[in-house]
């Protein structure tokens, strides 16, 4: 009885066996289908990646420079303004008051270098009428001397009391917010009646910006800084507006590189040549500056080139059958690669083996 159990198990092992070799042999002849591509003609563009963000770089951080209380403010958040127009005041009776007297200092300043003016023109012309006369023509001399003297320190008070004059006049300007270019009032933190102390006197009261002009800063990598240049063309990418198309050129690299966790990078700037209404300071920006491009080239796909970079080479499919053919390549834009000989524009190229594929050929 159990030789008789050893027996149907052995058959059923040999059973299960044959089956299994049967499966796997039909598996084995079953060839994977084959992923082609067709060779086509295109542009190929390598750029190189510069991260950063939109700026306006005309901004005003205005405030007051003198003490006082807020009587005016004459702008709300969002006006357009222009150079020169007044955007706050503060009550300076005080530092009016200071102006009115300064002037009128200045009024009898110049009341007394006339005075002095026409007392030495006097003294001139007697002198010279007693010539003659020694004991006369010493007596007027001295007077000329004096004369000219008083003139001269009345000249020098004038120019005293008009530097007192713009003195008080820059003070009272101090208490008045003027528009130092147009643009737009991008914030206001003051209000009628707020009073203004020394504490305060430097936080900004009205932020200003210029809207018209606005531009991308960002870094580049050290290992492509040696590849970009001034004045080539850019590509900027904006995350809050991914479907507008805004063009650029690359206006500025610093000499000095920056390191940030051991990675060296610079400082770049990129100009926009097509600004839309809808860009604004702090946006996200990738700019795609373009090192050098090839329009309407026939190109292939890296994942389909086999070899290595010194000798490529692709399966072209003809009649069914695949060919071996050796190319030659041009510029990569890091996903296809142009072709420069041994392919014809529409021919077939098969995909290399998952395996061959991670072995072989990868152009950046």
């Known amino acids: 009885m159990k030789k008789r159990r050893i027996l149907i198990i052995a058959i059923c092992v040999v059973v299960i066996g044959i089956v299994l070799g049967i499966v796997l042999t039909r598996g084995a002849s079953r060839e994977a289908p084959l992923t082609t591509v067709n060779i086509t003609r295109g542009d190929i563009v390598k750029t ?13 951080y205005l405030s007051f420079g003198v003490t006082g209380t807020v009587t005016e403010v004459l702008v709300a958040e969002g ?8 955007l706050a005041r503060l009550d300076a009776p005080s530092l009016e008051s200071s102006v009115e007297m300064a002037e009128l200092q200045v009024e009898i300043a110049q009341e007394q270098v006339k005075a002095a003016q026409v007392q030495y023109e006097i003294a001139l012309i007697n ?5 003659a006369n020694t004991t006369l023509e010493k007596v007027y001399r001295e007077q000329v001397n004096m004369t000219k003297a008083n003139w001269e320190t009345a000249e020098l008070n004038l120019k005293i009391a ?8 820059l ?9 130092p270019f147009d643009g737009v009032v991008a914030r206001i933190s003051i209000t009628e ?22 531009e991308m800063r960002g870094f580049i990598d050290e290992i492509d800084i040696a590849i970009v240049k001034v ?9 809050a507006l991914p479907d507008e198309e805004v063009k650029g050129e690359l206006a500025f690299i610093s000499p000095v590189g920056t390191t940030l966790a051991g990675v060296v990078s610079y400082d770049t700037r990129v100009t926009l040549e097509n600004p839309v209404a809808e860009l604004r300071d702090g946006m996200s920006a990738t700019a795609e500056v373009i090192i050098e491009r090839r329009d309407d080239v026939l190109s292939i796909p890296n994942r389909y080139i086999r070899g290595t970079l010194e000798d490529p080479m692709v399966l072209v499919l003809v009649d069914g059958q695949q060919e071996q053919r050796e190319i030659t390549l041009g510029l990569s834009d890091g996903i296809n690669t142009e072709v420069l000989s041994g392919l014809e524009e529409g021919e077939e ?3 290399p083996a998952a395996q061959e594929r991670q072995d072989g050929f990868f152009m950046m």
């Not at 006006?79 to 007044?86: A, F, H, I, L, Y």
């Open 127 to 131: 002198w010279k009428a007693a010539v």
């Open 48 to 60: 190189v990646l510069v991260d950063g963000s939109l700026v306006m770089p005309s901004k005003a």
């Open 162 to 169: 008009e530097l007192n004059l713009e003195t008080a006049e």
């Open 231 to 239: 004045g080539q063309e850019a590509n900027i990418i904006l995350d």
């Open 193 to 214: 009646g707020k009073e203004i102390s020394t504490a305060t006197l430097a936080t900004p009261a009205i932020s200003l910006v210029d809207t018209s002009e606005i």
């Open 349 to 351: 190229v098969v995909l």
């Open 79 to 86: 006006d357009n303004v222009t150079e020169g127009q007044v």
């Open 171 to 179: 003070n009272l300007e101090k208490a008045v917010i003027v528009a």
